[in-house]
């Protein structure tokens, strides 16, 4: 564990060696703008939607 040379992730090596997966970067992206979709859409549901004024 302390001899992984792209342990620290803190240094701006990449997203892809923060979870040690072996993942690469198009998954954490993928995945982020999965999670602000849900967000955006449960933000939707939540705020009411204004009748029509006619």
């Known amino acids: 564990m302390y001899d992984n040379p792209a342990a620290p992730a803190a240094a701006g090596i990449g ?3 923060l979870a040690m997966t072996g993942a690469g970067d198009l998954f954490w992206l993928t ?9 955006g859409l449960a ?6 939607v204004r009748g029509d004024k006619s």
Do not use: E, Q
Not at 31 to 39: C, D, T
Not at 43 to 48: C, D, G, L, N
């Open 15 to 17: 997203s892809g060696t």
């Open 31 to 39: 995945l982020a703008a999965f999670a602000l979709l849900a967000l």
């Open 43 to 48: 933000v939707k549901r939540i705020i009411p």
